[in-house]
């Protein structure tokens, strides 16, 4: 059997909702069948303190969780966020095993719908840096980020009460809200929940009148079709 490594706890939240979706998925598809899974998991705020100050060790850090995967005897790996693809050119470079990304399969979930011109949620990170654009850049998807002033408002949500299971009705209005205005300014067809909290947050199939695309759905997706199938032969892990 195909085993699945999950890098975990970038938050438990997400972590827990990956493996509840991942087991709901499998059981519609094999009955009377579990998945293969080993979870490894990693402190959320030292994941961000890095991902704000020291990418190498950002790097480092996820590796180590890779590492620690690969020796249990994963096929496959994937990360339960969307923050830590900021360095998954460099991880993917490094690991022996592949890595199924959550930025590639949500690109080509777009595509597949017809979705071309997409708001971006999550952390600051996520929407400040170049990699959910460049990838969907190349399936023809244009991300769109909230303004200078929202950015942080939607971080400050994010870190603050999302991230701690705190999933308030209040917040919930205002992300719809934004929605509207960015819709409104700049004539979006979606949004990008582009963190796995935010889709415990954003439960409807649309907001604020948009589609949304629950990355935690579409990563889950790719990953039992993965997990579906043969497992192939480990490369040698590269020096760092």
Not at 43 to 66: E, K, N, T, W
Not at 172 to 198: C, K, M, Q, Y
Not at 215 to 224: K, L
């Amino acid at each position: 059997m195909t085993t699945l490594g999950l890098v975990g706890g970038l938050g438990p939240e997400s972590t827990i909702d990956y493996y509840r979706r991942i087991l709901e998925s499998w059981a519609k598809l094999e009955p009377g069948t579990a998945p293969s899974i080993v979870i490894d998991s990693l402190d959320v705020q030292r994941a961000l303190r890095l991902v704000g100050s020291d990418r190498v060790a950002l790097i480092d850090y996820l590796f180590g969780s890779i590492e620690r995967l690969v020796g249990a005897g994963v096929d496959f790996i994937a990360m339960t966020a969307n923050t830590p693809h900021i360095v998954f050119d460099e991880l993917a470079a490094r690991s022996p095993v592949p890595l199924v990304s959550i930025v590639e399969s949500c690109a080509m979930e777009a595509q597949r719908r017809g979705l071309r011109r997409l708001l971006l949620l999550g952390t600051r990170f996520t929407m400040e840096a170049p990699f959910y654009p460049e990838v969907c850049a190349r399936f023809g998807v244009t991300v769109v980020v909230p303004s200078d002033t929202d950015r942080p408002w939607v971080h400050d949500r994010y870190i603050g009460e999302l991230l701690k299971g705190d999933f308030r009705d209040d917040t919930r209005a205002s992300f719809v809200d934004l929605v509207r205005r960015v819709r409104d300014d700049t004539g979006i067809d979606g949004v990008i929940l582009g963190g796995t909290e935010l889709v415990l947050l954003l439960t409807a199939p649309a907001v604020a009148g948009m589609p949304s695309l629950d990355t935690t759905a579409v990563h889950v997706a790719a990953i039992v079709e993965r997990l579906r199938q043969p497992a192939a032969p480990p490369r040698a892990a590269k020096m760092s």
